[in-house]
């Protein structure tokens, strides 16, 4: 049986770390727009840290809408940076859901699927910001780790 692992009042910290906001026009050239910023890092004399993060913030109103940022963690802060690009010495993200995926990537999307039916479930507050850390990845399998942010 699989099973997708679950658990509440989780902290996400990150330091030195690197965000570029994706617009929608870019959303299907995602390898070019990881390749520049792996790119921009090196060219800065830095070397990526850990996996790649994917951050939606949510933006709720008459017209909702995603912000996606992917992010990247660096061994050093990046002081001059590019126009698009963000940098945190440490991003801390309390009061989050959190999900352990474990298995076909193309479903992956289950994990924030099954935080949002235990938020429901369990009366639980979102503020709409979700990160997804692409663990381990292959062709067909992979690990990913879902933090959602809490009110």
Known sequence: M??????????????????????????????VVLTQMQNFIRSHNAMPVGP????????????????????????????????????????????????HYVGPMDHSSLASQKLDIYAFENEIERTGDVYSIYVNQDEDEGVLDVFMETK
């Open 2 to 31: 699989r099973e997708i692992q679950v658990a509440e009042h989780k902290t996400l910290k990150l330091t030195n770390v690197l965000a570029r906001k994706v617009d929608g026009s870019e959303l299907g050239n995602l390898p």
């Open 52 to 99: 790649i993060i994917q951050c939606v913030k949510m933006r709720t109103g008459p017209n909702p809408t995603a912000d996606i940022y992917f992010m990247q963690q660096v061994n050093q802060l990046i002081t001059r940076l590019d126009p698009g690009y963000e940098m945190d010495a440490v991003l801390r993200v309390r009061n989050c859901l959190y999900a």
